[in-house]
């Protein structure tokens, strides 16, 4: 299926959850946060979370900022 | 000398300069500047993780967590829900609810957009954040955002990053007069005075970071900032002379030889 991470479109298999989409970018395990359709998806959630065709995912983390 | 600590949201800090993250010309620089500053309260700012750069090491391993409390921004946002959804992935980022709350006006001066700002505070109050936002040197708008439930107000000194310093100082002293929630002057601090000022003036701290990240020597300017900061403080509560128009001597007039 097709979706979008952080605004670019990846092809992933259908059902994946949001702790093995972070897995398949090799995201690191903390320090980051989703959104799903503008939605946040808890930590708690990642690996129960199932992502749909067309989601439009954010993965974000913090940088440096005054 | 005793002083009260600046207390903010009931969480008392000895340090009354905030630092930020960015623009430092290496992280380990950075994390010598925080220590150098004396801060407390340190500033992030959330954006799309880099894909590219697989599993790098985070922001959040530069930055000693025992002493730090994190100040996520929204900088960038330019409309009041931009910067709700920031804040909302920055609770779930830091496990805290402490934002610094800046909705920008435009590009060229990044004033902040009052009314979008007022909007979003009044959202995130209601949530339950601890909401510290920037805004113009406006004694009228810093009314607002306190009686709206914000935990200080942070004007500008300056247009962020300028260095331009303290443009105003008749305001922020009209905002630390009629405020009852901590006053940091945020943004346009470009060397110790600037800052030194905006605690003589009564300001109850400052929060900087480009003229810190780039000055020739961070880790020096680091210094520089927590000397200026607590000697501004000092002359505050020392209670400074008034000003005069005409010299007075300062040695005696009498017993001069005939």
Redesign the interface.
């Known amino acids: 299926m097709k979706l979008y991470?952080?605004?670019?479109p990846r092809d992933v298999e259908a059902g994946l959850t949001v702790a093995a989409l972070l897995e398949a970018?090799?995201?690191?395990k903390?320090?980051?946060?989703?959104?799903v359709n503008?939605e946040?998806v808890?930590?708690a959630q990642h690996a129960s979370h199932r992502l749909s065709p067309e989601d439009r995912v954010?993965?974000?983390?913090?940088?440096?900022?005054? | 000398m005793s002083d009260t600590q600046l207390t903010i949201a009931g969480k008392r800090f000895d340090s009354r300069l905030l630092i930020?993250?960015?623009?430092?010309p290496t992280l380990e620089l950075?994390k010598q500047c925080h220590e150098a500053s004396g801060a407390q309260i340190v500033?992030?700012?959330?954006?799309?993780?880099d894909?590219s750069a697989?599993?790098?090491?985070?922001?959040?391993h530069w930055i000693d967590r025992e002493r730090m409390t994190?100040l996520?921004?929204t900088?960038g946002c330019y409309t009041a829900e931009d910067a709700i959804?920031t804040c909302?992935?920055?609770e779930?980022?830091?496990m805290s609810k402490w934002v610094k709350l800046e909705v920008l006006g435009d590009e060229r001066t990044l004033f902040p957009d009052v009314e979008e700002t007022l909007k979003a505070a009044r959202v995130l109050v209601k949530e339950g954040f601890t909401v510290l936002p920037y805004t113009t040197d406006d004694p009228i708008t810093a009314r607002k955002l306190q009686d709206l439930g914000c935990a200080a107000v942070m004007p500008l000194a300056a247009p962020?990053?300028s260095g331009l310093g303290i443009r105003n100082p008749h305001n922020l002293a009209l905002i630390r007069e009629i405020a009852t929630v901590p006053v940091i002057v945020d943004?346009g601090v470009g060397t110790a005075s600037d800052a030194a000022i905006a605690l003589e003036l009564g300001c109850d701290a400052v929060?900087?970071?480009?003229a810190i990240a780039l000055a020739k020597d961070p880790l020096r300017m680091a210094g520089a900032m927590r000397k200026a900061v607590e000697a501004g403080r000092d002359a505050f509560l020392s209670g400074r002379i008034p000003r005069k128009a005409y010299a007075n001597a300062s040695s005696p007039l009498d017993g001069l030889i005939g």
Not at chain 1, 25 to 28: E, H, N
Not at chain 2, 207 to 210: K, V
């Open positions: 991470v952080n605004g670019e970018l090799v995201a690191p903390t320090g980051v946060a989703v959104e503008r946040i808890r930590r954010e993965v974000v983390t913090f940088v440096g900022g005054g | 930020g993250t960015g623009k430092y950075m500033t992030l700012a959330v954006r799309r993780l894909l697989k599993g790098e090491a985070s922001m959040m994190l996520p921004n900088a959804r909302r992935l920055a779930e980022l830091g962020i990053g943004a929060l900087m970071n480009t």
